[in-house]
């Protein structure tokens, strides 16, 4: 066996390959056959062979009883402590925020069909959101998740909406998925997203999508209507922009490895 020649930017092509595998089976929906993505790698149907066979014999790729392959559960554990990291390089950015704003500060990224929250600095308020890091929720019923989706195209959108379907939290959620797009179609273009008791009774939120993250990811301010009032929404969300274009741009600039 030839052993693999490293690109003009000195990657391992194998190696490039691999993770290339690795998210055209998430952008599938974490399952596709061979054929499948040979016809969307361009790669011949060999090496597919030989690096989802390396894959599998790692636990980062399980063959499933219809013989089409899956991502595996290895990959959990990484794509955890990731968010995690992502959340503690971000805290003092949410600070900031929060010295600012006066309301607790949020940070998720979606994965696996869920936003989860990975960094949050609260409020100095005696009432305040009490969401923890590491709790999952569906998109669709909060102001991180329809931020995050308002990034999205539609049919990704449509199909992530059909693998979990939309219940209702309270009376004001969305359960309706062309209702939503409409309504993701006003986020998008102002730039922000106001859960409006849409999670949780008596809480609202205003939520911004960040750009050129390793998952798709949002920040957000929380707190009760009295305080967190409509009026106040035009005043914080330019801090909310503002603070969520910092993350980016310094994501964008650091390597969060070192």
């Known amino acids: 066996m030839t052993e ?26 974490g399952e596709a056959s061979l054929s499948e993505l040979a016809s969307g790698s361009g790669l011949p149907m060999p090496t597919i062979h030989r690096l989802i066979r ?47 704003v006066g309301e607790t500060a949020n940070l998720a990224v979606l994965e696996r ?15 305040r959101m009490f969401t923890e890091v590491g709790r999952r929720v569906l998109p669709h019923g909060t102001g991180v998740g329809k931020a995050i989706l308002s990034r999205l195209p539609p ?12 219940p209702a939290y309270t009376e004001h959620t969305y359960t309706d998925p062309d ?19 849409e999670q949780e009774l008596g809480v609202r939120c205003i939520a911004v999508p960040l750009t050129g ?30 603070v969520a274009a910092t993350l980016s741009a310094h994501l964008a600039s650091t390597d969060l490895s070192a």
């Open 179 to 197: 209702e939503l797009l409409r309504h993701l179609v006003k986020v998008a273009n102002q730039g922000y997203a106001v859960d409006e008791s």
């Open 54 to 100: 390396t894959l599998v014999a790692l636990g980062y790729v399980r063959q499933n009883t219809n013989r089409r392959y899956a991502l595996g559960a290895r990959l959990i554990r990484l794509g955890e402590n990731a968010s995690m990291q992502f959340g503690t390089w971000a805290r003092p950015l949410l600070a900031e925020l929060v010295d600012e």
């Open 213 to 242: 993250t390793p998952a798709p990811a949002a920040v957000s301010v929380s707190g009760p209507e009295g305080r967190l009032t409509k009026e106040a929404v035009s005043r914080i969300a330019p801090v909310v922009q503002r």
């Open 113 to 127: 069909d869920e936003v989860v929250y990975v960094s949050q600095v609260p409020s100095k308020h005696s009432m």
């Open 155 to 166: 049919d990704e959108v449509r199909a992530l909406l059909t693998r979990t379907g939309m």
């Open 4 to 29: 693999d020649k490293g690109g003009r930017d000195g990657s391992v092509q194998s190696l490039r390959r691999a993770f290339e595998l690795l998210e055209r089976l998430a952008d599938a929906g």
